[in-house]
C-alpha cells in the first residue's frame, strides 16, 4: 500500500537553529501539506502546495516558515530560526485531487526545541 | 472560521463495550466530514467519511453518520476490541477551494481494557 514517509521522526535542535523536516509524498499525488501538533492541543493546518507553489496557508505559517519540493519526489518544511513554542510534531500529508480524494498522512516527525 | 468541537477524553472501556465519541462541526456551506485514527507511534489513517448530509461512513465496524440539521458526526462501535486502543480524530473540509485543508477536533484518547 502507498504511503508518505517522513524523515527524521524525532529531531532535536536548538533554538535559533534552522531545522529542515522531510516528506516522501505518494507518487501520483498532486497537493501537499504540513500540520502540525502541539502537546496536547489540536492538529493545524500550516500550508498546502500544488503546483511547485503555496496554494493556502494559515496564520501560523509565518516568514519563518518556507516549502519546498527540491526534486520530483520530496516535500520539505524549513524553519530558519526555531522558538521553543516551535516543538510539535509535524505531519505531512498528499492527496491525489481537492475533491473527494482521500489524504495519506505520514507518521509524523516529533521536533524539539531546547 | 470552521471549527469541530470533539468530546473530550480519554475514554476507557472494557472489551465489547459500546463506544460513542461525540463530534460537532461548525463550518459555511457544506464540509466533507472525516475520522482519523493514529495508533501508537503511527501517523494519522483514515477511518472514515462522509461528503453530504445524512450519508453514512463505516469501517471497521466504526460508524458516523453526517447530521446537517445537528451539525453532527458522532462516531459509533457496537463492541470495541483491545486493538481498537488509539486517538480518534474528528475533521472536516469545505468543499469549495483550491486544496483540502483539514480542520481537526482535539482528538480523543481511547483505551480499551481486556
Known amino acids: 500500500e502507498p504511503e508518505v514517509t517522513q524523515t527524521p521522526s524525532h529531531q532535536v535542535t536548538q533554538m535559533g537553529q534552522e531545522v529542515i523536516l522531510r516528506c516522501v509524498p505518494i507518487?501520483?499525488?498532486?497537493?501537499f501539506y504540513w500540520y502540525r501538533q502541539i502537546l496536547g492541543q489540536k492538529v493545524e493546518f500550516l500550508v498546502s502546495?500544488?503546483?511547485?507553489?503555496?496554494?493556502?496557508k494559515s496564520e501560523i505559517f509565518d516568514d519563518q516558515f518556507s516549502v519546498e519540493r527540491p526534486d520530483g519526489s520530496n516535500f520539505t518544511l524549513k524553519i530558519r530560526s526555531t522558538k521553543l513554542e516551535d516543538s510539535a510534531m509535524y505531519f505531512c500529508?498528499?492527496?491525489?485531487?481537492?475533491?473527494?480524494?482521500?489524504?495519506?498522512f505520514g507518521q509524523g516527525t516529533r521536533l524539539t526545541v531546547v | 472560521g470552521d471549527s469541530v468541537t470533539q468530546m473530550e477524553g480519554p475514554v476507557t472501556l472494557s472489551e465489547e463495550a459500546f463506544l460513542t465519541i461525540n463530534c460537532t462541526y461548525t463550518?459555511?456551506?457544506?464540509?466533507?466530514l472525516f475520522w482519523y485514527v493514529q495508533y501508537p507511534g503511527e501517523g494519522l489513517q483514515l477511518l472514515l467519511k462522509?461528503?453530504?448530509?445524512?450519508d453514512k461512513g463505516s469501517n471497521k465496524g466504526f460508524e458516523a453518520t453526517y447530521r446537517k440539521e445537528t451539525t453532527s458526526f458522532h462516531l459509533e462501535k457496537g463492541s470495541v476490541q483491545v486493538s481498537d486502543s488509539a486517538v480518534y480524530f474528528c475533521?472536516?473540509?469545505?468543499?469549495?477551494?483550491?486544496?483540502?485543508?483539514?480542520?481537526f477536533g482535539s482528538g480523543t484518547q481511547l483505551t480499551v481494557l481486556p
Open positions: 507518487s501520483n499525488h498532486l497537493y
Open positions: 463550518a459555511t456551506g457544506y464540509p466533507s
Open positions: 502546495f500544488y503546483n511547485n507553489e503555496i496554494s493556502e
Open positions: 462522509a461528503t453530504k448530509a445524512d
Open positions: 500529508a498528499s492527496t491525489f485531487g481537492t475533491l473527494n480524494t482521500e489524504a495519506f
Open positions: 475533521a472536516l473540509s469545505p468543499v469549495s477551494g483550491s486544496a483540502r485543508q483539514l480542520t
